[in-house]
């Protein structure tokens, strides 16, 4: 059975599956339920906690699943819901917690509302559900505002009536298949409690709240007016009309109250974790996660910040210290489906850290070895912590797709600019035999590098060398210690994280009065404390020292 702590969630590890490309179990070259199903027990022995599933409901794909066109049903090419039901229970045999994905900025314009409103007038109540407007200028030919989709492009698309004859726009601050629900509107809130109970009732044990920033827009539209079109669409600038507005946090108030009214199910009250890219400096994280919201949200701060010392440190004690004054606990993440994957991140120089996807010299090799590093670093940190499938391989970016096969409404949006997020989707590689290396039986829908073979399950299993073995024996050393897991009882038994003196390009810290981990990331080894144990180490420490690169787990001697 899944950890019964009522407070399972602040200190979990949670495997996030891109379910397109985790597994096919039918052979059609797409990852599917059945996939995950055959792999439950992979992950289970690896040692997560939960699993967040990327959304799975019924979608035309436009934008990888995050474009929805019905939340109550699974798409055929993933499976059935009684497949889905039966999955979220195989994983509760196993241990594991299930996470969903809710899309709630936004729906498919296949979805029925978006197809209502398209029959209706202009002020109906169908249109009132997203956000339709006339266009400015003569015969309304401009868009109601300069605002943009975060994908390029106006934030505005131009309906066309049966006659082929222009009339109003509506808003989609991702791909014109994305229109933005209006969130004022009383309808569509009391909907997506309808959702969140649909799969609550279903025995998830949680939601990943897709741009949780997003939801409420300023009521009278105003242009953002920068001229830097590339900041428009930037969610990090202060009193932005559409992202993280106060506005959010009464929508969140309610939705934690439907996860509280759970709590006495076998699966207790039901969590939220919040995709919300906000200012750090201005502390609006925090916000989201005061305890009549949400519970935890990603810290992208944390995987924005480049290999080094100072810059993590500084991440590290801004999170610790804002998230304490609410009470919520941290979490980690390296990647995830939207971001370069993060042994291609730091393998690239300091300053290319950020630059998109195939335009920058890397070295694998380098970022490999940090990559490891920054694996202990992240479970040993307090709070929770997400894996991204693949990373337990060791898998890099694929920079080099054919453009043929890119599927990311980024590339087209940005005028084949920017090749967008394919490159970290790329199906895994389980066996590394046949057409998908173990994916499935046919051809994967984007193509798997050739020496991805070498980076298989199968190729790393059992190799005390393996990336797959560090994650492993990370995660097994990190759930048999209650000062990192809080397993054993409720969350006093975690341990607060306490800096110890070192050089400046060396992270050093406790947490509890044994456990150290070190990390560094200069240029020359760095001693270790006489008589400490060593628990794990992401790289061998010749003569006893640490050498850069490389992090370590100990045991001080009393
Ligand atoms: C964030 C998701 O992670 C991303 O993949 C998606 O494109 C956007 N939100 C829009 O839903
Ligand atoms: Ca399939």
Redesign the pocket.
């Known amino acids: 059975m899944s950890n019964s702590s009522p407070h399972w969630w602040r200190t979990a590890v949670i495997y996030q599956i891109y379910i397109r490309s985790f597994a096919d179990g039918n052979g059609d070259g797409i990852g599917d339920i059945a996939g995950i199903r055959s792999r439950l027990p992979y992950l289970a022995e690896l040692g997560v906690d939960a699993i967040w599933i990327t959304p799975w409901y019924v979608s035309p794909m436009a934008?990888?699943g995050?474009d929805v066109a019905d939340f109550r049903a699974i798409a055929p090419e993933f499976g059935t819901l009684a497949e889905g039901e039966e999955m979220i229970a195989e994983a509760h045999q196993l241990g594991l917690r299930v996470i969903l994905d809710i899309?709630p900025?936004?729906t498919s314009d296949q979805h029925a509302w978006f197809k209502e409103a398209l029959a209706a007038d202009p002020d109906s109540p169908e249109r009132a559900r997203y956000w339709f407007r006339p266009g400015h200028g003569p015969d309304g030919a401009f868009p109601p505002n300069d605002w943009r989709s975060v994908f390029g492009g106006p934030a505005w698309n131009r309906l066309l009536d049966e006659e082929g004859v222009p009339e109003d726009w509506y808003l989609h601050l991702?791909a014109p298949e994305?229109p933005d629900l209006n969130w004022s509107n009383p309808e569509v809130r009391r909907e997506f409690e309808d959702i969140l109970r649909f799969w609550f009732d279903r025995g998830v044990d949680g939601f990943r709240i897709?741009?949780a920033h997003g939801m409420d827009k300023h009521p009278a539209l105003p242009d953002i007016g920068w001229d830097d079109e590339e900041l428009l669409a930037e969610p990090e600038l202060a009193d932005h009309p559409h992202w993280d507005r106060d506005g959010v946090h009464e929508i969140y108030r309610s939705w934690r109250a439907v996860a509280e009214s759970y709590a006495g199910t076998p699966e207790g009250a039901r969590v939220f974790v919040a995709?919300a890219w906000v200012r750090t400096e201005a502390n609006r994280l925090a916000r989201y996660l005061r305890p009549d919201e949400l519970h935890t949200a990603f810290n992208f701060d944390f995987l924005k910040r480049g290999w080094d010392a100072a810059q993590m440190r500084a991440s590290i004690d801004h999170t610790l210290g804002s998230l304490s004054e609410v009470g919520a606990p941290p979490t980690w993440v390296l990647s995830?489906?939207?971001v370069i994957r993060h042994v291609t991140r730091y393998g690239r120089a300091a300053a290319d850290i950020a630059k998109p996807a195939g335009t920058v010299p890397v070295d694998l090799e380098l970022g490999r070895a940090r990559a490891r590093a920054a694996t202990l670093l992240m479970l040993s940190l307090p709070g929770g912590a997400y894996v991204y499938q693949g990373e337990e391989l060791g898998l890099a970016e694929v920079e080099d797709l054919p453009i043929a096969s890119l599927q990311d409404p980024i590339w087209e949006r940005s005028g084949n600019k920017h090749r967008g997020?394919d490159g970290c989707r790329v199906p895994l590689p389980w066996s590394g035999e046949g057409p998908a290396l173990g994916f499935g039986d046919a051809q994967p829908w984007l193509p798997q590098p050739t020496e991805w073979k070498e980076f298989s399950v199968q190729a790393q299993t059992g190799d005390p060398n393996s990336v797959l073995s560090l994650y492993r024996e990370a995660l097994s050393v990190r759930r048999s210690l209650p000062e990192l897991s809080g397993l054993s009882g409720p969350r006093e038994t975690e341990a607060e994280l306490v800096w110890r003196d070192s050089d400046a390009d060396v992270l050093m810290f406790d947490r509890g009065s044994s456990f150290r981990c070190v990390v560094n990331l200069g240029q020359e080894p760095v001693e270790l404390p006489a008589g400490a144990e060593v628990l794990l180490a992401s790289a061998p420490l010749p003569d006893g020292k640490l050498p850069t690169d490389t992090s370590v787990w100990l045991r001080l001697s009393s």
């Open positions: 934008d990888g995050y899309v900025n936004h991702f994305q897709d741009v995709e995830n489906h939207d997020r």
